[in-house]
């Protein structure tokens, strides 16, 4: 079955830098596009980052473009998300999906990342 268990989140300072992980299994990793959507307190699921299977293409939301780096390797079937210059707002849950967009069709537990001096 289709799984994915993301990894890096905690807490962290504003202003400072995280990398999230996501191992997938279950699934043809190097055949599916991938995303990170993440669900702060209070508010819905935001499409955070995106990429296509080979890597071709990327997509950021406007709240983290300059911010973030997505990335993956199709050996490891891992995805990544650099962030640099966290800022309160970054702080959700952050989960790792197989789809585009919000048209996903499976999702992590989510790791939660907490900005905060």
């Not at 990170?36 to 935001?46: F, I």
């Not at 702080?91 to 967009?101: D, E, F, L, P, S």
């Amino acid at each position: 079955q289709v799984q994915l268990v993301e990894s890096g989140g905690g807490l962290a300072q504003p202003g400072g830098s995280l990398r999230l992980s996501c191992v997938a299994s279950g699934f043809t990793f190097s055949n599916s596009h991938m995303s990170w959507v993440r669900q702060a307190p209070g508010k819905g699921l935001e499409w955070v980052s995106g990429v296509y299977n080979d890597g071709s293409v990327t997509y950021y939301a406007d709240s983290v473009k300059g911010r973030a780096t997505i990335a993956r390797d199709n050996a490891k079937n891992t995805l990544y998300l650099q962030m640099v210059r966290l800022t309160a707002e970054d702080t959700a849950v952050y989960y790792c999906a197989k789809g585009w967009a919000e048209d996903f069709d499976y999702r992590g537990p989510g790791t939660q990342v907490t900005v905060s001096s």
